[in-house]
Nanobody
Framework: VQLQASGGGLVQAGGSLRLSCAAS????????MGWFRQAPGKEREFVAA????????YYADSVKGRFTISRINAKNTAYLQMNSLKPEDTAVYYC??????????????????WGQGTLVTVSS
């Protein structure tokens, strides 16, 4: 499956962005989906994940209450709504697919396919 992330940009602190991840070439509805981010000089870190049906979502503590992950299987697309953005949210954001699709994982190595990343910059 190929994943295409989009929606990044420059936003002021306190603002919002919605990232999209469009999937093609696979059976999107069978995958769990995850969002990760990587800031300059730091390791890739888990942000959020959602199971195949969209009924269960998981978040990093740092984004809980501010970010919402969702998916529309009929559109083969996952989303990450980011509100109340902070400068420390600045990073390249990656979407990923876990082909097992059962219980979303927070471990990058357990994801099977990755998008190219989209840059989010939050100014103070």
């Amino acid at each position: 499956v190929q994943l295409q992330a989009s929606g990044g940009g420059l936003v002021q602190a306190g603002g919002s962005l919605r990232l999209s991840c469009a999937a093609s070439g696979g059976t999107f509805s069978t995958y769990a989906m995850g969002w990760f981010r990587q800031a300059p000089g730091k390791e890739r870190e888990f942000v959020a994940a959602i199971n195949r049906s969209g009924g269960s979502a998981y978040y990093a503590d740092s984004v809980k209450g501010r970010f919402t992950i969702s998916r529309i299987n009929a559109k083969n697309t996952a989303y990450l709504q980011m509100n109340s953005l902070k400068p420390e949210d600045t990073a390249v954001y990656y979407c990923s697919a876990d082909f097992r699709g059962l219980v979303p994982t927070t471990t990058p190595s357990e994801y099977d396919s990755w998008g190219q990343g989209t840059l989010v910059t939050v100014s103070s």
